[in-house]
């Protein structure tokens, strides 16, 4: 190694090309300086082409092969030439012959995505041949030390196997490095491919690849492919969440009891809510009593939601009414169908083929049918309608055994089956005679009896006995047949005397707010309130001969159980209950003084409300006085033990619902 680096030295000093001062068998390598398209430093540029040179140092025989370094090249190439301007393959092998080089590498350091890419080309500078070429590739400068190694080693493979086919000492060349990477994902059971080549056949697995960057996919069937670029690191892991490859499917209808079916398989009633399938094209159809099937066809695409709603329509037939009353004549009259009203007759009326009931009624008259209408058949009906015999509400008559009659009250049936009132029969009356007979001879005057009275009817032994039961009490509101109003909210406002020091003066303030009572009974309700309230106190300092004026203000949420004592105009009541309060603003004031005393006091009270008062009672309003007093059983001080004590008065007026 000395003699070589004695001829580097004189060939450097006397500008002699290398070239003259090696050895016959020996050849020059020179790799030039990269072409920097990638934006690095100057710096970071030259360690690329030197991290290429110490590769290219390391793979090849030194009794075959001499590297030239950045300071040879630069020595032997004449003045003001830019290696940055040389981008075509004739000029680096055209500078490679200048500087009397046998094989010269140039290229470039570039971006692709996110990636740092070196691009090294070989050429041959007696032929001007390229040998080979290979791309380096890391996510920065720092990760491309061991791919540039990796890639020198195939880079300059034809170099090595000439010097091995000219008797040079063989020197084994190891295997890429690799590292062992595990491959998982969610699900299991994937393929896994790197860079395009498969490595295991079902995750989770673990194989040994390259470090660097590499294109990793993963694949199983029902989900979509993931694919991406991973930077390959020794005890680095990969793992892919793989998206289902299927969409939601939401079914509606616009009528009852349509069965849904997707590709023929029944999938239930409608409506079907996200039914999950595998992405593709389907067809959806509906099937119900008395209607038309439906179908629709819809593509479901991956991840995303469809909703279809089938329209069934129904099988018809019609009916052609007419009506006439008890004597006959034609009369203009309502016609429902199932309880639902569709016009006037005499006309002709489309109905379904599931129809079942027909009603014709017109000023207390009726006419009823069941009905058999086959699909696009015209049923001819003649409606003789007659009076009813019984006072019964129309609603139930022509309303289904399905449906419900509105606002019907059921005591109306009760009534209706009062049986008639019977009377004793009454024996015939002759009329008087007062002529004489046909025969001449005279007759007595009959005169006729009075006819019996009627005798009243005597009541079942049930009904007596409801008559002698006693009333119950009847509240005002069901004597004027009006609902009774359990309910109110309003508003109200007064003022509160506080203090929370034993030794000093109470604080007049305010405290109003919103009311709620929600009625249980007559009797009782809870009443929550929203109130703003001030307390505090006056203190009197001996010390300093000042009096100080301590304002809390609060927003309290009482919820109050109230007992009311009478349910007449004037309503006496008592409560009592929890209260819970958040300090707003505290301040203290004094003759010489102001300032914010927050941190003093903590921002939370509670406590107990125990009070009493009464309501005036109008139709859809009511008068609220109230006397209370609040005793609060949480200190309001950071440092110590006060405690809240307030007597309050308050006036409101609230609604009654």
């Known amino acids: 190694m000395l003699w070589r680096l004695v001829v580097l030295g004189i060939a450097s000093a006397a500008l002699v090309p290398l070239h003259a001062l090696a050895q016959e068998s020996q050849k020059i390598v020179a790799v030039l300086e990269f072409r920097n398209e990638a934006g690095l430093t100057a710096y970071e540029s030259g360690t690329v082409t030197d991290l290429l040179r110490i590769a290219a140092r390391e793979k090849l025989p030194e009794r075959e092969y001499i590297v030239m370094t950045r300071e040879n090249m630069v020595k032997l190439l004449p003045p003001g030439t830019d290696l940055s301007k040389c981008v075509q393959a004739e000029c680096e092998v055209d500078i490679g012959r200048q500087i009397g080089a046998d094989f010269v590498v140039a290229g470039e350091v570039g971006r692709f995505g996110s990636a740092l890419q070196v691009k090294m080309k070989l050429y041959d500078t007696k032929s001007g041949d390229l040998l080979s070429g290979q791309i380096a590739e890391a996510r920065d400068t720092d990760g491309l030390k061991d791919p540039i190694k990796s890639k020198a080693s195939v880079l300059f493979a034809k170099l090595t196997a000439r010097a091995e086919a000219a008797g040079a000492e063989w020197v084994p060349e190891g295997a890429e490095k690799k590292v062992i990477v595990p491959f998982e994902s969610e699900p299991g059971g994937a393929v896994v491919l790197v860079d395009g080549k498969v490595v295991c056949q079902k995750t989770p697995c673990s194989k040994g690849v390259t470090e660097g960057l590499h294109q990793v996919s993963m694949q199983i069937e029902g989900y979509s492919p993931r694919t991406g670029r991973v930077d390959i690191q020794k005890g680095a892991a990969v793992l892919f969440k793989l998206v289902r490859d299927a969409g939601w499917l939401t079914v509606q209808a616009n009528t009852q009891d349509v069965v849904v079916k997707v590709n023929g398989a029944e999938k239930g009633k409608a409506p079907v809510a996200r039914l999950e399938l595998p992405a593709g094209r389907y067809e959806v159809s509906g099937t119900a009593p008395c209607h038309y099937d439906e179908t629709q066809k819809v593509v479901l ?290 003759s010489s003084d102001s300032q914010d005393v927050d941190e003093m006091f903590d921002k939370m009270d509670f406590g107990f409300i125990f009070g009493g008062g009464f309501r005036l009672n109008f139709s859809d309003w009511a008068l609220l006085f109230d006397f209370d007093y609040s005793l609060g059983v949480v200190s309001i001080l950071t440092y110590g033990d006060k405690k809240n004590t307030a007597l309050s008065v308050t006036g409101g007026v609230a609604y009654k619902f």
Not at 374 to 387: F, G, I, M
Not at 459 to 487: A, C, F, I, N, R
Not at 542 to 552: E, F, I, P, Q
């Open 301 to 590: 695409e991956p991840g995303a939601e469809k909703t279809v709603t089938l329209a069934p329509k129904p099988k018809v037939g019609a009916i052609d009414v007419a009506a006439e009353d008890e004597k006959g004549n034609e009369i203009e009259a309502d016609v429902f169908v199932d309880g639902k009203r569709v016009g006037t007759a005499p006309g002709l009326f489309k109905v379904s083929v599931c129809a079942k009931s027909l009603v014709v009624e017109h000023r207390g008259q009726r006419f009823i049918q069941d009905l058999r209408v086959p699909e696009k058949t015209v049923v001819n009906v003649s409606a003789r309608l007659s009076q009813r015999a019984e006072a019964q509400p129309k609603a139930p008559e022509y309303f289904p055994a399905w449906a419900v009659a509105p606002n019907i009250p059921q005591r109306v049936e009760a009534q209706s089956k009062v049986p008639e009132r019977q009377l004793e029969p009454v024996a015939p009356v002759p009329p008087p005679v007062s002529q004489a007979a046909d025969d001449g001879q005279p007759k007595s005057e009959v005169v006729a009896e009075k006819p019996a009275r009627p005798v009243p009817e005597s009541k079942p032994p049930e009904e007596k006995e409801k008559d002698q039961e006693p009333q119950k009490e009847v509240s005002p509101d069901e004597k004027t047949g009006k609902e009774e109003k359990l309910h109110s909210i309003g508003l109200v406002a007064g003022a509160s005397w506080a203090y929370f020091n034993s030794s000093a003066d109470y604080k007049t303030g305010f405290t109003g707010g919103l009311a709620v009572d929600f009625g249980v009974s007559r009797y009782f309700s809870v009443r929550p309130e929203l109130l703003v309230s001030m307390k505090g106190n006056d203190h009197f300092d001996g010390a300093s001969g000042n009096t100080y004026t301590y304002t809390l203000t609060y927003v309290e949420l009482p919820v109050l159980a109230k007992v009311s004592l009478a349910t007449e105009v004037f309503v006496p009541e008592l409560y009592a209950g929890p209260y819970f309060a958040s300090l707003a603003t505290a301040s203290k004031e004094g």
